[in-house]
């Protein structure tokens, strides 16, 4: 049963593209979060979803980020036109249900890196 | 805004010594999960502590939730290079996880 599997494991953008950050839920699981840590700190959670549901994106900026969990495939992160404080690790976790009293799985994490 | 904040930042010490790190709080968690993360990698859970006042053991790793379940430590003994890395704390706040900013941890053999 393979883990949470993120790509790209890293990923360097110039300041202006587009980022795009993919996470594969554990098997049978239907609840994705996404975080972002920067260096030497925690971890900032900042969308929650369930299939084709956003349910809480109270921590993602308004303008330049989305997130998606379509019926088929992974879910996508994507920053447009990318500055470099968006330079971070960004980590996708996964649960069977919904987060109270359920273990967390995390992916390895993407690395974005803008120049 | 709840907050758990975690101390010290940084604790390098020798093979061998015992060590407590801490994470604290004004707010109540109805849990509050324990994980150790390694360079380029994602945290992993290590316990979850529900009870106040509980008390879990894993192997050399002990750990205490607050009887009011504001705070939490980790207790490690006999510390080997085995256990560097970063350790977070994380309170449940409904479907959120709320994260301390971590102990960076360095045994040296």
């Known amino acids: 049963n393979a883990g949470v599997m993120q790509n790209p494991r890293h990923l360097v953008r110039r300041r202006g593209q587009e980022a795009r950050l993919r996470c594969s839920p554990m098997?049978?699981?239907?609840?994705v979060y996404w975080y972002r840590q920067l260096p030497e700190e925690g971890l900032k959670f900042m969308v929650y979803?369930?299939?084709?549901?956003?349910?809480?994106e109270s921590g993602m900026p308004k303008e330049r980020f989305s997130a998606e969990f379509p019926k088929e495939g992974p879910s996508i992160l994507r920053i447009q036109q990318v500055v470099r404080g968006d330079s971070a690790a960004y980590f996708c976790?996964?649960?069977?249900?919904?987060?109270?009293?359920?273990?967390?799985?995390f992916g390895s994490g993407t690395q974005l890196s803008v120049l | 805004t709840q907050l758990l904040e975690q101390s010290p930042q940084f604790l390098s010490i020798q093979e061998g010594e015992n060590l407590t790190v801490y994470c604290n709080s004004s707010?109540?968690?109805?849990?509050l999960q324990w994980y150790r993360q390694e360079p380029g990698e994602g945290p992993v859970l290590l316990v979850t502590?529900?009870?106040g006042g509980e008390v879990k053991k894993l192997k050399r790793l002990t750990f205490q939730f607050g009887d009011a379940r504001k705070d939490s430590s980790l207790h490690i003994t006999a510390a080997q290079p085995g256990d560097t890395g970063l350790y977070l704390c994380?309170?449940?706040?409904?479907?959120?996880?709320?994260w301390g900013a971590g102990t960076k941890l360095i045994i040296k053999p």
């Open positions: 976790a996964s649960s069977p249900g919904q987060l109270n009293n359920e273990k967390l799985f």
């Open positions: 098997k049978g699981h239907s609840h």
């Open positions: 979803l369930q299939k084709e549901n956003i349910i809480d």
């Open positions: 707010s109540v968690f109805s849990s």
């Open positions: 502590v529900v009870t």
């Open positions: 994380a309170g449940d706040d409904s479907y959120q996880l709320i």
